[in-house]
T-cell receptor, first 113, second 112 residues
Framework: AQKVTQAQTEISVVEKEDVTLDCVYE???????LFWYKQPPSGELVFLIRRNSFDEQNEISGRYSWNFQKSTSSFNFTITASQVVDSAVYFCALRPGTYKYIFGTGTRLKVLA | GAGVSQSPSNKVTEKGKDVELRCDPISGHTALYWYRQSLGQGLEFLIY????????KSGLPSDRFSAERTGGSVSTLTIQRTQQEDSAVYLC??????????FGPGTRLTVL
């Protein structure tokens, strides 16, 4: 089965706190890609990052960082020093083959001032 | 450069009417996807195009839904005899072959 689980439905943090959004995936494919998208209140999904299954190196982009661990089939996303503008729904997605994306149900992040 | 565009941004229709939703992908993107997102829900895959062909239509919920793509560019999603349960945001995304998807702003469809 191919599946993405985002167990956290909603998270609320106070501004400047760090927050980690969890993503666990299932696939039998050895080659696959993982993605994170942000959907702010405006509604348009914004691409954040893509990772292939052969690259477990963690990545940092400003306040954002991603931790990919094949051993636990997880691709977690951490926002450091959260800001109100980070409030959005965040989707994790898996692409096990050449085209089809499997999305998680999303985590709604609320950052309170 | 220009991103994925969709029109209309909002559509209100009466139950039983047909609607057409349009997607203009990023120039040069060969793959095009349609998704549906109901209020507060995740993304439901509808159909995938590679060029003008649709090798995967598995997500279309009923035969009232159809889609086409012409010239390897613009795509139209048509819903016939709309029902209230069709109310949702319809999202289009495009990508280069095996590349990353980029999404349009969506069309919010309301069926009264």
């Amino acid at each position: 089965a191919q599946k993405v689980t985002q167990a956290q439905t909603e998270i609320s943090v106070v501004e400047k706190e760090d927050v980690t959004l969890d993503c666990v995936y299932e696939t039998r494919d050895t080659t696959y890609y993982l993605f994170w998208y942000k959907q702010p209140p405006s509604g348009e999904l914004v691409f954040l990052i893509r990772r292939n299954s052969f690259d477990e190196q963690n990545e940092i982009s400003g306040r954002y960082s991603w931790n990919f661990q094949k051993s636990t089939s997880s691709f977690n996303f951490t926002i450091t020093a959260s800001q109100v503008v980070d409030s959005a729904v965040y989707f994790c997605a898996l692409r096990p083959g050449t085209y089809k994306y499997i999305f998680g149900t999303g985590t709604r992040l609320k950052v309170l001032a | 450069g220009a991103g994925v565009s969709q029109s209309p941004s909002n559509k209100v229709t009466e139950k039983g009417k047909d609607v057409e939703l349009r997607c203009d992908p990023i120039s040069g993107h060969t793959a095009l996807y349609w998704y549906r997102q109901s209020l507060g829900q995740g993304l439901e895959f509808l159909i995938y195009f590679q060029g003008n062909s649709a090798p995967d239509k598995s997500g279309l919920p009923s035969d009232r839904f159809s889609a086409e793509r012409t010239g390897g560019s613009v795509s139209t999603l048509t819903i016939q005899r709309t029902q209230q349960e069709d109310s949702a945001v319809y999202l289009c995304a495009s990508s280069p072959l095996q590349g990353t998807q980029y999404f349009g702003p969506g069309t919010r469809l309301t069926v009264l």
